[in-house]
């Protein structure tokens, strides 16, 4: 993929260098076979249910639906959180992942990966790329840090991600697992390891 002048798709390209993880996409004007995350998440439940089912039979040979909400929670996370704490810890700028920037290209039936619609940015005020029309520029270390999880967890977790979540509880109930908490502990042993890296 091209990165042309946008600040963030070159530092996507640079860290999709360290690894397949760090990428993410985009989805670009009139391109065919791509879905809007908030209109599958949202809107098409039941093709929703058909597509985490399959995933689940597909990739851990199950049908049990705590095991396929799980293994697809943890596909669809990888592709959003790589390459999101990618950029947060390595180049100090959050991609926009809320849910209605978000799209999931279509394969045989199948998602084979999540991109962005537009590459827009949160920013410091000392990034070279702060002056750029998709940037949204932060006060500090703690803004970005803070807009990073509201893109993340408020935007796009208590859209849809909850009800997939739970696991197994007594009389075959679900008791919510504390996805959020877990996430941050990563991105603040990240940073750490990021600010050990740099002294």
């Known amino acids: 993929m091209a990165s042309g002048a946008n600040p963030l798709l070159e530092s996507m390209a640079a860290a999709e260098r360290l690894g397949g993880y760090f990428a993410m996409p985009m989805r670009q004007p009139g391109e065919d076979g791509w879905t809007d995350a908030a209109d599958l998440f949202l809107g098409y439940a039941r093709r929703l249910e058909g597509l985490v089912t399959a995933y689940g039979?597909?990739?851990?040979?199950?049908?049990?639906?705590?095991?396929?909400?799980?293994?697809?929670?943890?596909?669809?996370?990888?592709?959003?959180?790589?390459?999101?704490?990618?950029?947060?810890?390595?180049?100090r700028r959050a991609p926009d992942i809320s849910l209605p920037n978000?799209?999931?290209?279509?394969?045989?039936?199948?998602?084979?990966?999540?991109?962005?619609?537009?590459?827009?940015?949160?920013a410091l005020p000392d990034d070279p790329?702060?002056?750029h029309p998709d940037?949204?520029?932060?006060?500090?270390?703690?803004?970005?840090?803070?807009?990073?999880?509201?893109?993340?967890f408020e935007e796009t977790w208590t859209s849809w991600l909850h009800p997939y979540a739970g696991r197994p509880g007594p009389a075959g109930g679900f008791r919510k697992t504390p996805w959020p908490p877990l996430f941050r502990k990563s991105l603040i042993g990240c940073t750490q390891r990021r600010t050990t890296r740099r002294r």
């Open 129 to 131: 790329a702060a002056g």
């Open 102 to 122: 978000l799209a999931f290209h279509w394969n045989r039936g199948g998602i084979d990966a999540t991109g962005l619609d537009t590459p827009a940015f949160a």
């Open 57 to 91: 039979e597909r990739a851990w040979a199950s049908s049990n639906r705590h095991v396929v909400n799980s293994a697809f929670l943890v596909a669809y996370l990888s592709r959003v959180v790589f390459p999101a704490v990618g950029q947060y810890v390595l180049y």
């Open 135 to 152: 940037a949204l520029v932060v006060a500090d270390e703690a803004a970005l840090y803070a807009q990073l999880k509201r893109w993340l």
